[in-house]
C-alpha cells in the first residue's frame, strides 16, 4: 500500500476518528442553509425581521443570497399567476351577479330613519312614564316614612301616658295651658303624689296591690326603657315633639327613681332589717325576696347601678356603720350590745387595703337569708384580747348576715353582662372603667363607707405608725379583716373592683408602711452595728462544748437580727422586698467586719515552704543561740497566741453556724414570705452567694491557726542538735529502744488544740484532717532541717578527728578503739533518729495525716536512713 504523503490515516487515529463509524454515521454533518421556501422559519413569522433572515444567513454572500431571493420571487410569481387562473371564471362571474344590487341596496335603506324616529318618540314616553312612577314611588316612601313616625311619635306618646298612670302622675294641662311657643308647662304634682309601688289595692291598679308590687316594678322599668329607645329614634330624626315632652319625660325620670328608691328602701327593711315583733312569714319573706330581685333587675334595665348601691349605702350600710365604728370603740367593754353613737361629719380620708395573712383560727357559722338553707361559714378574727379584732368582727358579722342576699342577688343580675376588664393606669396598677356595667356593692359601698368611717373615727388609733409594735398588730388585723371581706366577695371580678377601688387603695397609703420600715430598720441596724463595732469577736463562752450553737456574739448578733426581720413580730409581706434587702445588705457587713479581723490577726510571719527549708537545710548552720524569728518571747505572747487561735477557731465554727442557720432560715421562713413576683432561684443564688463570700474567709484564718500551731510544734524540734552529743557522752553503751522525750510533745500543741478551743469537736471533723496535714509538713520540713543540719555538724566535727588519726600517734594509745566506738555510736545515732521520725509519723497518723503522701516526711525518712553514709563519707 503505497504511503500517503500527508499521513491522514495517522492523523486521524491520533484524533480518534474512526472510518468505520464515520461511514455508519455515527458523526453530526456539517451545518447546511435551509432552502427558502414557504415553510421557512423566518418568512413563516408573523412579523418578518431583515436582521434576523440576514443573521440567519451569515455565512453566505450577498451575490448568492441576492441570487437565492430571485429565485424564490420568481417562484412566487409563477404561483400567484396559477392561482389567478385557477379562480378566474369565478371572478368574472361575481361581477357579473353583482350588477343592480346598488338600486335595492338604496330602497331597504329609505324607511330607516323614520324608523329610528318613531323609535326615540316612544323611548322618551316610556321615560316620561317611568319618572312620574318613581316620583310617585318616592311619595309614597315618603309617606310611609311620615306616617311611621307618626306612628312613633303615637307611641310615646301613649308610653308617656301610660307610664304617668302607672307612676300616678296627675294628668297634663289642656290646649289652653300652651304657652307662646305652643308647649306645655310642667305642673307640680310630685309632692302630695302617692307612691306608685307602694299603693294598696286602688281601682283599675290590681297588678299594683300588695302581692304585685315587684312585678309592676318590672312592668313600669321596661317600659321606661322602650320609651327612652323610641325618645332618642324620633329625636335622631328631628322631632320638635320630643322637646314638647321632654318635662313629662324628665317628670317620669324624677318620679320612677323616687319611687324606685322609696320601693326598694322599703323592701331592703322589710327583708334585712326586721324588728324582733315584726319579723316577716316565711312566705311574705320569699315575696320580699322575689321584691328585691325585680328592685335590682329594674335598676340594671334603667342602668341605675349607682343608685341602687347608693339606696343599700343610705338604707343598710351606713346606719350600722355609724353606730359601730366611732372615734371610743376600740375602748367599749366587750359586750354583745353596741351603744349608739353620733356620727360625726367629717371629711374622707383615703385608706388602703392590707395583703392577705394566714387563716384565722376561729370560726363563726351563720345562715345567709339568699342561701337556701345553707350554711355558710364565716372565718373571723381572734379577738380574745384584741379590741380591734372584735370591731372587725361586728363588721364582718354584719356584711356575713346582712348583705349575703344583696350580693347573691346583685350578682345574679349583673350575670348577664361579660366580665368588665381593667384598665392599665400610668403607674402601672389596674382600674375599672367608670361606666361599670354591674353591680359592686362590695367595693361602692361596704367597703367605701367602712373605710371612710375608719379613717374619719379610728385614724390616729388605728394608723400608728409611730409605734411599730402596736402598727404591726393593727396591720395584721386589718389585713385578716380585709381578705375575710374579699372571702365573701360574690365573684372574681368583685375581688377586683374592690381592690382598685379609690377607697381601698388610699387605705393602703395610709399605713404608711415605709415609715414602719425604716423605725424596723433602725431598730435592726443599730443592734447589728453595735455588735460589729468590737474589732475583735466578742466570745460567748470558751469551752468547745455548750448548747449554744454559737461562739461569738457578733454571729448571734447577725443571726438573731437577720430572723427578727422575717419574724412574725416585724415582717409584713408588703415590705417583702426591702426586708430581704436588708438581709442581704446585715449579711455583707458582717463580711465587711470579718475582712478588718482577720486582716488584724495576719501572722507576722508566713510559713516556710518546703523548698525554702531545704535551701535553709544547706546554708551554713547556725549557732544554736540564734532565737527563731516570730516565736513568742514571753508570757504576753503566749497569751496573745492563745487568744488568737480561740478567737480564728471561734469565727470558723461561727461562719459554719451562720451558713446552717440561714439556709435553715431560708428554707422555713424567707422562702414561704417572698413577695409573689420575686423569683425563688434568683433570691436563693443571691443568698448563696453572700454565704459564700463569708466561707471566703475561712483559709485566711485556717492559714492564721496553721502558722501558730506549726511553729509551736517546731519549738519541740531543738532537742535534735542534741541526740549525737548525747549518746557519744554516755558511759554505758545501750541499744536503743524507745523515741527521744522531744518527739512525743512535737504534735502535742495540734492535738491540744481542738480541746480548749470554742467549736473544737466541730472543727475537727470538717477541718482537722487538713489542719493537721498542713502542720504536719511544716513539722517534716523542719525536721528534715534539723536532721540535715546535725548531719552537717557531725561531718564537720569528723573532719577534724581524722587527721590525728591519719598520725597514729596518741598519748595513751587505743586509737584503733576509739574509732570502732565512733562507728558503734553512729549506729545508734541513726537507730535514734529512725526510731524518732517513725514515731512522729505513727502520731501523725493516729491525727488522720496520711504520712505516706507527705513528700516532706518521705524526705525526712531518705535522710535518716542515709545517716550512715554521710558518716562513712
Known sequence: ???????????????????????????????????????????????????????????????????????????????????????????????????????????????????????????????????????????????????????????????VQRLEGLLLLPSPPDESGLDANGFSSPVDGLSDRPNAFTAQDDDGLDDRGRRGRGKHVARVGAEYTQMLYDVEKARGEGCAFVDTLQWRIDRIKTALSSDLDHFFASTLQSLILPSESNKPPPMEKARLSSDLNDCFKTYDLLKAWREAEEVVRRTIVKPFVRQTVFSGALAVPHSP????????????????????????????????????????????????????????????????????????????????????ALLPTTNGDAELPPDTERFEILANVVFDEIGRALGDELGTTLFAAGRPDIFRNHFATSSNFVTTLESLAPSSQSIQALRVHPSYMGYQKRWQLPVYFQLRWKDIVVKVEDALAAPQPTLIRDGPNSQQPFFTHQASAVVACVATCWGDEVYIPDLGHRFWRLTLQILSRFRTWLDVVASSKEPKTTLPRLEKDIVRAASPVQRAGTPVAGAPSDAASVQAEDSSLRDCAALIADIKQVEQSMKDIWKVTIKLSLPLDEDDEEAEEALDLSLASLSERIPDLSNQIVAVLTRRCKDGLTGIVSIPSHFRAMTQRRDVSEPSPFVSNTLRPLKTFFDNVPGGEALRSSLGPEWSRAVFEGVAAEYYTQVVKTKKQEEALRRLKQPRRATGFSLFGGGAGRAQDDTRADERIQAQIVLDVETLGKDAAGLGVDVESSEAYRMLKASAASWLAGAES
Request: proline share 7%; hydrophobic share 40%; aromatic share 6%.
Open 1 to 159: 500500500m503505497p504511503k500517503e504523503p500527508f499521513e491522514l490515516e495517522r492523523l486521524a487515529s491520533e484524533l480518534g476518528v474512526d472510518r468505520d463509524d464515520e461511514q455508519d454515521g455515527a458523526f453530526h454533518a456539517l451545518p447546511t442553509l435551509e432552502p427558502l421556501s414557504h415553510e421557512h422559519a423566518q418568512l413563516k413569522a408573523p412579523s418578518f425581521n431583515a436582521e434576523d433572515f440576514l443573521l440567519s444567513r451569515a455565512y453566505t454572500s450577498l451575490p448568492d443570497l441576492g441570487t437565492e431571493l430571485k429565485e424564490y420571487l420568481a417562484r412566487l410569481k409563477e404561483e400567484l399567476v396559477q392561482l389567478i387562473n385557477d379562480d378566474y371564471e369565478a371572478f368574472i362571474s361575481l361581477s357579473t351577479d353583482l350588477r343592480g344590487e346598488g338600486a335595492r341596496l338604496e330602497r331597504l335603506h329609505f324607511p330607516l330613519p323614520a324608523l329610528r324616529k318613531e323609535i326615540e318618540l316612544s323611548t322618551a314616553e316610556l321615560k316620561q312614564v317611568q319618572d312620574a312612577v318613581q316620583e310617585k314611588l318616592q311619595e309614597r316612601a315618603a309617606i310611609r316614612e311620615e306616617k311611621a313616625l307618626l306612628h312613633l311619635l303615637l307611641k310615646i306618646s301613649e308610653s
Open 337 to 420: 350590745l353596741m351603744p349608739r353613737t353620733p356620727y360625726p361629719n367629717s371629711a374622707f380620708s383615703p385608706m388602703t387595703p392590707a395583703t392577705p395573712f394566714t387563716p384565722f383560727p376561729r370560726q363563726y357559722s351563720a345562715v345567709s337569708p339568699g342561701a337556701s338553707g345553707g350554711i355558710l361559714t364565716l372565718q373571723l378574727l381572734d379577738d380574745a384580747e384584741d379590741s380591734l379584732a372584735r370591731l372587725f368582727n361586728k363588721l364582718l358579722r354584719f356584711v356575713e348576715r346582712d348583705l349575703a342576699l344583696i350580693f347573691e342577688v346583685s350578682e345574679r343580675v349583673s350575670a348577664k353582662h361579660k366580665k368588665t
